[in-house]
């Protein structure tokens, strides 16, 4: 059966809704039209804007597309995709899996296509993926409750893009991330530690371990074999 793409929005805009509603988050939707989100969730005492988009399923993938385009008479095709400044998370429901999921934007922002993996890679690969099950919708909602208490304990403070760390290390940039999801993805961010970026790994929204690379010199020569 053929299904249009405003029947695929409207049912993964009420899926995500109920889902929503049956954890006691606040649903708010928009009384003005053309806004860049959906709908309007309230989540750890804050108000997030979530755009709500249709996940096709195919062969253990569930593919989400962030693109979209339009024709302008000055300035040809206009191809658009979601920024932090227009929503705060993605909103995603599939009807293969029957699950709605649930992206920050951080994680999405700028991408035209962003594929969730249900069944495990063929050659056991983890690092780099997006687990469809990292961001299933109760789970998500706790790790972006455990963010913004994080984020309200911090007065304000962003982090900053060369952060000093201990022992006089430095590194490029600084993520956080909720203990749940560090556990579940452990793999992804060692790696982007090795690259030079300090995790920040947060315990009920407080700072609860912090990793980075290794600082050589401070390491102890091996041992003689």
Same mark, same amino acid.
């Given at each position: 059966m053929f299904v249009n793409s405003n029947r695929k929005g409207n049912v993964a805009e009420l899926a995500i809704a109920t889902e929503a509603a049956n954890l006691g988050l606040s649903v708010l939707k928009p009384l003005t039209e053309h806004e860049r989100y959906d709908l309007v969730l309230g989540i750890g005492e804050r108000l997030m804007r979530v755009q709500c988009k249709w996940g096709s399923y195919d062969d253990g993938v569930i593919t989400v597309r962030l693109r979209s385009s339009y024709h302008s008479p000055t300035r040809g095709y206009v191809t658009?995709?979601?920024?932090?400044? +227009? *929503?705060d998370a993605i909103a995603v429901y599939c009807e293969g899996t029957r699950c709605c999921y649930l $992206?920050?934007?951080?994680? *999405?922002? &700028?991408?035209? *296509? *962003?594929? =969730?993996?249900?069944?495990?890679?063929?050659?056991?690969?983890?690092? %780099? $993926?997006?687990?469809?099950?990292?961001? +299933? /919708? #109760?789970?998500?909602?706790?790790?972006?409750?455990?963010?913004?208490? !994080? @984020?309200?304990?911090?007065?304000?403070? @962003?982090?900053?893009?060369?952060?000093?760390?201990?022992?006089?290390?430095?590194?490029?940039?600084?993520?956080?991330?909720?203990?749940?999801? /560090?556990?579940?993805? /452990?793999? $992804?961010?060692? &790696?982007?530690? %090795?690259? !030079?970026? &300090?995790? =920040?790994?947060?315990?009920? !929204?407080? #700072?609860?371990?912090?990793? !980075?690379?290794?600082? $050589?010199? =401070?390491? #102890?020569p091996p041992a003689d074999e």
């Amino acid at each position: 059966m053929f299904v249009n793409s405003n029947r695929k929005g409207n049912v993964a805009e009420l899926a995500i809704a109920t889902e929503a509603a049956n954890l006691g988050l606040s649903v708010l939707k928009p009384l003005t039209e053309h806004e860049r989100y959906d709908l309007v969730l309230g989540i750890g005492e804050r108000l997030m804007r979530v755009q709500c988009k249709w996940g096709s399923y195919d062969d253990g993938v569930i593919t989400v597309r962030l693109r979209s385009s339009y024709h302008s008479p000055t300035r040809g095709y206009v191809t658009n995709t979601y920024r932090p400044d +227009e *929503v705060d998370a993605i909103a995603v429901y599939c009807e293969g899996t029957r699950c709605c999921y649930l $992206l920050p934007i951080g994680r *999405v922002a &700028e991408q035209g *296509v *962003v594929t =969730l993996r249900v069944a495990p890679a063929r050659n056991n690969q983890r690092a %780099a $993926l997006n687990l469809a099950a990292d961001f +299933e /919708f #109760p789970g998500a909602v706790a790790q972006l409750e455990e963010r913004v208490t !994080g @984020s309200d304990e911090a007065e304000g403070s @962003s982090p900053s893009s060369s952060t000093p760390v201990a022992d006089g290390c430095a590194t490029s940039s600084r993520e956080e991330v909720g203990a749940h999801e /560090f556990r579940n993805r /452990f793999g $992804l961010y060692m &790696e982007r530690a %090795a690259a !030079g970026t &300090e995790i =920040l790994i947060r315990r009920r !929204g407080k #700072p609860y371990a912090r990793l !980075g690379p290794a600082d $050589l010199k =401070l390491m #102890p020569p091996p041992a003689d074999e």
